[in-house]
T-cell receptor
């Protein structure tokens, strides 16, 4: 089975722009979670989607949003980018609808905001 | 507030020895705890999961202990190899919430 894929792998944006990141989960996995990883804060949970519905949300501002499609693929959007949004964005999939399950992570999208 | 602490300093261990990594937490009662490995430029990879009613879990050269009284988990790699060099993350789960520690960098010296 193919693993979790994320596109693009690298991205450079400027402040004020918006960005959309994409994640394709492992075939058959219906839950997709998104995380932000920075050296200072570590890995922080953004949100989780299951069957096109957001089930959980972390403590991030409303500029961070996401969605999931009927084929379980997910996108994450960040609007009005700030310098502090520079990070590695990871998505993880799991078979069921809970972050309590083992999660399978993708390679991440490294976002640099200038 | 809920807090997870892992050794912030890198850990250097001689090849063949046992590496022990620590995960401490406060203001939290996890239902279970997971350990992940992360290599540079890659996403974390799941290693082991231990539930709150389990004291110890083993998988090949890996062993995890979970002490809910001390609020601590220890992660051991026996007969360590240079290929074990990576960052190791612990994660706590309860009620559909997951919190990750910042990780400990482990260097196995040949």
């Amino acid at each position: 089975k193919a693993g979790v894929t994320q596109t693009p792998r690298y991205l450079i944006k400027t402040r004020g722009q918006q960005v959309t990141l994409s994640c394709s989960p492992i075939s058959g996995h219906r839950s997709v979670s998104w995380y932000q990883q920075t050296p200072g804060q570590g890995l922080q949970f953004l949100f989780e989607y299951f069957s096109e519905t957001q089930r959980n949300k972390g403590n991030f501002p409303g500029r961070f949003s996401g969605r999931q499609f009927s084929n379980s693929r997910s996108e994450m959007n960040v609007s009005t980018l700030e310098l502090g949004d520079s990070a590695l964005y990871l998505c993880a999939s799991s078979p069921t609808s809970s972050t309590l399950e083992t999660q399978y992570f993708g390679p991440g999208t490294r976002l640099l905001v200038l | 507030s809920q807090k997870i602490e892992q050794n912030s300093e890198a850990l250097n261990i001689q090849e063949g020895k046992t590496a022990t990594l620590t995960c401490n937490y406060t203001n939290y009662s996890p239902a279970y705890l997971q350990w992940y490995r992360q290599d540079p430029g890659r996403g974390p990879v799941f290693l082991l999961l231990i539930r709150e009613n389990e004291k110890e879990k083993r998988k090949e050269r890996l062993k995890v202990t979970f002490d809910t009284t001390l609020k601590q988990s220890l992660f051991h790699i026996t007969a360590s190899q240079p290929a074990d060099s990576a960052t190791y993350l612990c994660a706590l789960n309860r009620d559909d919430k997951i919190i990750f520690g910042k990780g400990t960098r482990l260097h196995i010296l040949p």
